[in-house]
């Protein structure tokens, strides 16, 4: 009888943690605001980004917030790099007043600076913001 029990034993011992393995587990996540303005009225800043000489600085996180309260709790709803010529380019914005800051590193330092915006329909706006 115990030689019969054996082999199902060892076929149960190799299949469940397979099967066990296998079950991934899902995870409740807050659902993600969709702060893409498909429409026509989206707006498009490209935000520059130099240093007090007038440096471009390249590989700059640039952030934009909705608001003071979300920028004290690091909620941001876009963040972009700047590219060669150092402008982040931030694409189909819903037309409304943002908040934003950026930290870039030049030259072994890290620099910092902060700005509010206001974006009407239709805009293509480009500025630019001085870091120290």
């Not at 030689?3 to 099967?19: E, G, T």
């Not at 296998?22 to 893409?36: H, M, Y």
């Not at 590219?83 to 620099?111: E, S, W």
């Amino acid at each position: 009888m115990m030689r019969k029990v054996i082999p199902y034993l060892l076929v149960a011992m190799f299949v469940l943690p397979l099967f066990w393995s296998s079950c991934k587990k899902v995870e409740d996540s807050p659902p993600v605001a969709p702060w893409e303005d498909l429409g026509p009225d989206s707006v498009t800043l490209n935000m520059y980004v130099l240093t007090q000489q007038g440096i471009p600085v390249v590989g700059a996180y640039v952030y934009l917030y909705l608001s003071l309260d979300s920028l004290a709790n690091s909620l941001f709803i876009r963040r972009v790099n700047t590219d060669g010529v150092g402008c982040a380019h931030f694409n189909r914005l819903y037309p409304r007043k943002f908040i934003g800051n950026c930290i870039a590193n030049y030259q072994g330092m890290t620099l910092h600076g902060n700005f509010t915006i206001q974006l009407p329909p239709y805009a293509i706006r480009d500025t630019s913001l001085i870091v120290k």
